[in-house]
């Protein structure tokens, strides 16, 4: 079963149990892919679904940092509540030492040496990470380990 094919189902027991919070959580997503589509004239397969619920993700995150700043703990609280709902669709996160290992393996693979290769590191880290590191943390530890 695709990604896209679960989230209808749970869409549909969302409604069957009357879970208005969830059932509008899992529309956002699914408008979102279908808006994808659409704009791309492609169906999307369960990496770009990904893809899709991972920015929904960050927008949530950023929405939740600047509701905080403007001392909005309601809307914060909301976006959060999203957020759970979107993660329970994401793989589970790698830990630092999975990370680590991945960029290690990358840096051997793709022979980089300084800090110029870091493009054919992030490219190699984020075909094999896919949606289950934040891509800004593994960049960063990159950039230092090339660099010195």
């Known amino acids: 079963m695709t990604?896209?094919?679960?989230l209808t189902e749970d869409m549909k027991t969302?409604?069957?149990g009357g879970d208005k919070h969830r059932l509008g959580v899992i529309r956002l997503m699914l408008a979102a892919i279908k808006q994808r589509e659409?704009?791309?004239r492609i169906e999307l397969d369960?990496?770009?679904?990904?893809?899709v619920l991972e920015k929904m993700l960050k927008q949530r995150k950023d929405s939740v940092s600047q509701f905080d700043a403007a001392s909005r703990e309601d809307?914060?609280?909301?976006?959060?509540a999203e957020m759970v709902v979107i993660?329970?669709?994401l793989p589970s996160k790698?830990?630092?030492?999975?990370?680590?290992?991945?960029i290690d393996a990358a840096i051997a693979e793709t022979g980089a040496s300084s800090p110029r290769d870091m493009g054919k590191v992030v490219a190699a880290v984020k075909e094999k990470a896919a949606g289950r590191a934040d891509m800004g943390v593994v960049s960063g530890k990159i950039?230092?380990?090339l660099a010195g």
């Open 14 to 16: 969302a409604m069957r």
């Open 3 to 6: 990604l896209t094919q679960k």
């Open 94 to 102: 790698l830990d630092e030492a999975e990370i680590d290992a991945l």
């Open 38 to 40: 659409v704009d791309e």
């Open 87 to 89: 993660e329970t669709y």
């Open 46 to 51: 369960d990496v770009q679904v990904l893809s």
């Open 75 to 80: 809307l914060s609280a909301i976006e959060r």
């Open 143 to 145: 950039k230092a380990r």
